[in-house]
């Protein structure tokens, strides 16, 4: 899941007694592991958080071609192209699912795609990082997609059902994605030249630390996740699948010979975890609030991207108005 600080709209969990009847019914459906779906009765902070969370995560999906896009064009070998030409296009198909899943919901996408244009919405922060090298493909295959696949099967089982089943094919697709990336990082760490290694580890230590931003900031500072994690729309607290990432990743750093950029990291044997360092989250809010070294690119180019495509919508339109006219003759 690419969604950060989604909110709620409810700061503390209310307890059972505070709920209305149709509110305790609901919440005993997903006690149950009951499936909501779009026509079912749901409380409005439900439906707005899902709202609010899905076309996030679908911002991200559109967003996040742009850095690896900007490759496709000096891809080493044709091989490498018509690989990262096939990644790119599957984000665009993810970003189409989950807007489908969020109209369920009410709402249009004319709508969100407006709120991301306006700076109203919201995209994951990772997005808004420069790819420098060629190593930074790799990195955002690894680390990036690899921290998006801990997030989002969960979300295969969450509560909601047009969002639980959109995500079953967007992580098979993301596991390819992530394992495109860890193999250009192998044949560059293990089997390229010094300078190419070289290359990867710098790329490591600048991705490294965002990536691990990606969910989210520290439970104690994520007022929301209590209330998400109530209606299972999230199964699983930030700093649990933050953990995750890191005790996954360190030993596939080990394999490529890449060094994690974070002196304090180490083996805890008493919790059988890594212990890591203290994330920067100053740099995680300032790149939220539109900081970050990439974040008035990136808008500009999907502003851009919408208003030359305008002309193709209009076309469509046309097209569907006069067939249902010729079918209504």
């Known amino acids: ?55 996030q995560h679908a911002h ?10 900007n490759w496709l064009t000096r891809a080493p070998s044709l091989k490498r192209k018509a690989i990262l030409l096939a990644k790119v296009q599957d984000e665009a198909g993810h970003g189409l699912y989950l807007y489908s899943a969020a109209e369920t919901l009410g709402v249009s996408r004319d709508q969100l795609v407006d709120d991301l244009h306006s700076g109203k919405a919201k995209y994951s922060s990772i997005f808004n990082y ?11 295959g690894w680390l990036v997609d690899g921290s998006a696949i801990i997030n989002q099967i969960p979300l295969c089982r969450c509560s909601y059902g047009p969002y639980a089943r959109a995500m079953v094919r967007v992580c098979k697709e993301e596991s390819f994605h992530q394992r495109q990336g860890y193999d250009l990082l192998i044949e560059m760490c293990r089997n390229g ?29 994520s007022p929301n996740s209590a209330q998400s994690m109530q209606w299972k729309i999230k199964l699983f607290s930030n700093d649990e699948l933050r ?40 740099e995680f809010h300032a790149v939220l609030k539109g900081n970050g070294p990439c974040n008035r690119e990136r808008l500009a180019a999907r502003v851009k991207a919408h208003e030359d495509g305008a002309w193709v919508r209009d076309a469509l339109v046309a097209h569907a108005d006069k067939q249902a006219r010729r079918k209504a003759a």
């Open 243 to 282: 953990q995750k990432m890191v005790d996954q990743s360190v030993p596939q750093a080990e394999y490529l010979g890449l060094t994690v950029p974070d002196p304090d990291l180490k083996w805890n044997a008493e919790r059988g975890h890594y212990d890591f360092g203290e994330i920067d989250w100053s």
């Open 60 to 69: 991200s999906e559109i967003v996040g071609m742009l850095p690896e896009g």
């Open 1 to 55: 899941m690419y969604a950060q600080l989604v909110e709620t709209g409810v700061k503390k969990v209310r307890g059972v007694d505070e709920l209305t009847g149709p509110e305790q019914a609901f919440q005993r459906r997903i006690d149950d592991g009951v499936r909501i779906e779009a026509k079912d009765w749901m409380p409005e902070a439900y439906r707005k958080t899902l709202i609010r969370q899905i076309s």
């Open 130 to 140: 420069p790819t420098l090298t060629w190593a930074d493909i790799g990195m955002i």
């Open 193 to 221: 030249t010094p300078e190419q290694k070289a290359m990867c580890q710098e790329a490591f230590n600048r991705w490294w630390w965002p990536a691990l931003m990606m969910f989210g900031p520290p439970d104690g500072d």
